[in-house]
């Protein structure tokens, strides 16, 4: 059935509910100088190049295949439209290494067909899908990481492999449901006409918490004190330093927004939350072309009640003028999923571990880990 990942230190569907297989790592790290020192075999028209994606024609180029090839909805109607601005950001966090950043080429037209980061965007042009390349460039990025003496990744997918971790629902909110419904997003309800839609999902003109603001860089040490507390309580979360706070969260326009709650009085930071900015292209639309979304990132409440933040966040989406506000139902989000009329989404997104069994699917609310 899986060919590939059968052949993977992954949990196997077989081995589900089997208590005598230990839970962690399923490989143990062998020295680095019996990791292959070469790379994989490509079949002969094609060839490996590392992506510069600090320079303008690669980092083009790389954006042009996503932007043609990457991840659509089941019906096609949309497909995620990553901004340069955000793979720069995506691809290049404290630590990064520049080799994961890997093509396929053409040897003869030098055109780039496939793409894989580390565990995210992993592409394949549309011409060339099932001839097994994407098990080649699992194989080649999983050999680069060992060579960096790393053992274990983290991924997601809309598609069920071997084996889930967790199964997460989307979430959406709708923020411009004239538009949304325009354009095959989302449906008018039964009984409901669209000036009554419109009603139903109006905010407020601006947002509601005293000393709610924009995040600055001076704000960095007291966001990495509140963002690691409340991500160990999670089972499976990032282990922030103020570096990668900074880097992963810090305002940049169009890419990630965040913003936090001083309180008036004590000056104290006590609460947070972030979305970032993934369009989509709207495929074969008369009059639109594109779908501005905003997605639930990290959110923390510690004295603000958290659906009140995330009201806030609605607010100042709809006021920057995103089309519509998605999240997963993981970490607490599920305390306001509903409340603040987010509908559940036709997709799902698993969630899995490379080279780590656990004994149990997580729940949703146990993960406090959000890709991009
Ligand atoms: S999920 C988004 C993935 N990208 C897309 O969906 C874009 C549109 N689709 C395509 O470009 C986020 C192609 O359909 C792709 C597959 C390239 C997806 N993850 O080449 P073949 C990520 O980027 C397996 C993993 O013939 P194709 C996460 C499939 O099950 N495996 O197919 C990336 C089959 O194996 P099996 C996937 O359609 C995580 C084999 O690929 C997959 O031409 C990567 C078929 O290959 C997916 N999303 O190309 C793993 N989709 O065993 C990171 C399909 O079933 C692991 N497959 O026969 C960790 C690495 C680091 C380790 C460090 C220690
Ligand atoms: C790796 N880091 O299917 C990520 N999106 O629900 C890659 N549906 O937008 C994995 N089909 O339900 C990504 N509207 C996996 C997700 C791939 C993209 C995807 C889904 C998530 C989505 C929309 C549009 C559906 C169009 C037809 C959807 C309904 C919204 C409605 C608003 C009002 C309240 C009820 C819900």
Known sequence: RHKFWETQPVGQFKDIGDSSLPEGPIELPTPLSEVKQEPYNLPDPYEWITCDINSEVMCDEVYNLLAHNYVEDDENMFRFNYSKEFLRWALQPPGYFRSWHIGVRVKSSKKLVA???????????????????????????????????????AYTAGVILPTPIATCQYWHRSLNPKKLIDVGFSRLGARMTMSRTIKLYKLPE????????????????????????????????????????????????????????????????????????????????????????????????????????????????????????????????????????????DGKLHYYLYNYRIRHALKPSELGLVLL
């Open 115 to 153: 793409f894989i980061t580390e565990i995210n965007f992993l592409c394949v042009h549309k011409k060339l899908r099932t001839k097994r390349l994407a098990p080649v460039m699992i194989k080649e990025v999983t050999r680069r990481v060992h060579l960096e003496n790393m053992w274990q990744a």
């Open 206 to 345: 601006s947002t509601v918490t005293p000393g709610f603001r924009k995040m600055e860089i001076h704000d960095v040490p007291a966001v990495t004190r509140l963002i690691r507390n409340y991500l160990s309580h999670f089972v499976v979360a990032p282990d922030f330093d103020e570096n990668d706070v900074e880097h992963w969260l810090l305002p940049r326009e169009n890419v990630i927004d965040s913003y936090l709650v001083e309180s008036p009085e004590t000056h104290v930071v006590t609460d947070f939350c972030s979305f970032y900015t993934l369009p989509s292209s709207i495929l074969g639309h008369q009059n639109y072309s594109t779908l501005k979304a905003a997605y639930s990132f990290y959110n923390v409440s510690t004295v603000t009640p958290l659906l009140q933040l995330m009201n806030d966040a609605l607010i100042v989406a709809k006021q920057k003028d995103y089309d519509v506000f998605n999240a997963l139902d993981v970490m607490q989000n599920e305390t306001f999923l509903r409340e603040l009329k987010f509908g559940p989404g």
